[in-house]
């Protein structure tokens, strides 16, 4: 028994390791596949450097055909980096329309100077097109603020005119990518030395000799409830980066919010008995939301759970819901010890806990309400938190509505 648990702890630790180092460059470059593949001409296994170099052989060749002239204007449209033409007099003659959504106010007709303002970019793409050889610099130009870009200048010559091509990268993003990465590495790993620490204090006194029976038998409840706990965390992560990772057809879908509030509410039941809490369900008949099943249930769950246990003792959950112009909202509410306004903010964050320890100690992994987040504005919507100390908590979120099914009030 005891070496079961040892391989069980080591597996999931392992498991956990590898997700952390692989969930954020899975999300990060399955967005960027999606948006590479979705360009006309290619595929699913593209790169950024093929579209550069698929926008740069058709660029040479754009002046010989409309036809061509067309497909370029469709990469652009679609590319996923801000690409800026310009002729030998450094004015823009096209852009992407990420330059356009990116940049701050770039148009075409105008000089590289005054658009962007920056005298460094200008004189790499005139010595490009002098020399006819490409040129890469780093600059900083504004894009809601002053932001440090990689730009890549390819010359070319297109009837004996040298002209050149632009691309931007914004490099703050990817320092951005790495700050997220380290920062969700330490928070998992943090949040694996409670359990972890506790199952091995929990192993060390089950080899000793003189255990007693009964104590072995606590002994491996309790280590049974921590790798639940672990088991927990890692469907969490998982289920968390398969949406950041913009997988929306698990969003795909319709349901009826009452039976599902229903089965939540019998299924927490014993929850709400042991903390004393009367949990109610209040959603009226026909209130059909664009989200399966499945998915509603995690969001109501989630929060109808988070209600009980930290409303406290005595306190009541109600779920409740409505239709205000085509949405529907929902909302669980409960009249228990409230939230501090300073932890208000950012209770849908990762890992956030108001009172940690308390919420360790119910067994929480503190992604709950980053999952109910995450579903909601992944599915169109938004989500919003009301609490007022010693006043109770209401959390609301709004959903596109199907059709209804029966009268709603």
């Not at 979705?38 to 699913?44: H, Q, T």
């Not at 759970?305 to 109600?318: R, T």
């Amino acid at each position: 028994m005891t070496a079961g648990v040892i391989i069980l702890i080591l597996a999931s630790a392992v498991l956990l390791v590898l997700v952390t180092a692989a969930v954020t460059s899975f999300v990060f470059r399955r967005r960027e596949r999606a948006c590479i593949a979705a360009m006309p001409g290619m595929e699913a296994g593209g790169s950024i450097e093929a579209v550069k170099a698929l926008i740069a052989g058709l660029a040479e060749q754009a002046s010989n055909t409309n036809a061509l002239s067309t497909r370029l204007d469709q990469l652009l449209a679609g590319c996923p980096l801000p690409v800026l033409f310009l002729d030998e007099s450094c004015t823009i003659t096209a852009l992407s329309n990420r330059a356009e959504e990116e940049l701050d106010q770039p148009r075409r007709r105008r000089s590289l100077l005054e658009t962007l303002g920056s005298h460094e970019l200008e004189a790499a793409a005139s010595e490009a097109m002098a020399t006819m050889t490409p040129v890469e610099i780093t600059v900083r130009l504004y894009a809601g603020g002053r932001r440090p870009y990689r730009a890549q200048l390819l010359p070319f010559a297109n009837e004996k005119r040298s002209e050149c091509l632009v691309f931007l990268q914004d490099t703050a993003q990817i320092t951005d990518y790495g700050a997220l990465r380290s920062q969700f590495a330490a928070n998992v790993s943090h949040e694996l030395r409670t359990p972890l620490a506790g199952i091995r204090a929990l192993v060390e006194s089950l080899n000793e000799p003189e255990i007693k029976p009964e104590e072995s038998r606590r002994f491996l409840e309790r280590i049974d409830l921590e790798t639940a706990r672990l088991g927990q965390l890692i469907d969490e992560i998982l289920f968390l980066s398969t949406l950041e990772a913009g997988d929306t057809n698990m969003l795909e879908g319709k349901s009826e919010a009452g039976p599902v509030a229903n089965s939540i509410v019998g299924k927490l039941k014993p929850l709400a008995a042991e903390r004393d809490v009367v949990l109610k369900n209040s959603i009226p008949d026909g209130l059909d939301v664009l989200l399966p099943e499945r998915m509603l249930a995690t969001v109501l769950n989630n929060l109808a759970e988070n209600a009980l246990k930290y409303s406290g003792q005595g306190s009541h959950v109600e779920i409740e819901g409505s239709s205000e112009a085509g949405r529907i909202k929902i909302t669980v509410r409960d009249d228990g010890i409230g939230i501090d306004a300073e932890h208000l903010p950012h209770i849908f964050e990762r890992f956030y806990r108001v009172d940690k320890s308390r919420s360790r100690r119910m067994g929480g992994t503190g992604l709950g309400l980053s999952i109910v987040k995450h579903v909601v504005e992944s599915a169109g919507g938004e989500v919003a938190a009301r609490s007022r100390e010693g006043y109770g908590t209401e959390i609301s979120f709004m959903l596109p509505g199907g059709t209804t099914s029966g009268t709603i009030t």
